[in-house]
């Protein structure tokens, strides 16, 4: 189904004109998280593989725990 040009520009406006989210909290956790993984290669000396854990806590808490590991 082909959306009309006024359509499309009304779609648009209502996308630009949302409230804009704060992504403060999740660009600390991504820069906390690198910087982790940064200190994981220094100590092996060598590629770290990563993978990680998650977990919904009853207090409404979402736990990631990440396990670092020489990479092969």
Same mark, same amino acid.
């Given at each position: ?18 409230? @804009? ?17 940064? @200190? ?33």
């Amino acid at each position: 189904m082909r959306k009309s040009r006024s359509e499309m520009d009304a779609l648009i406006n209502d996308i630009v004109n949302e409230p @804009k989210r704060d992504n403060s909290a999740y660009l600390a956790a991504i820069a906390e998280a690198r910087d982790a993984i940064a @200190k994981a290669e220094a100590h092996f000396g060598v590629p770290v593989k990563v993978t990680a854990k998650t977990k919904a806590k009853a207090n409404g808490k979402f736990v990631v725990k990440l396990i670092f590991e020489k990479a092969d």
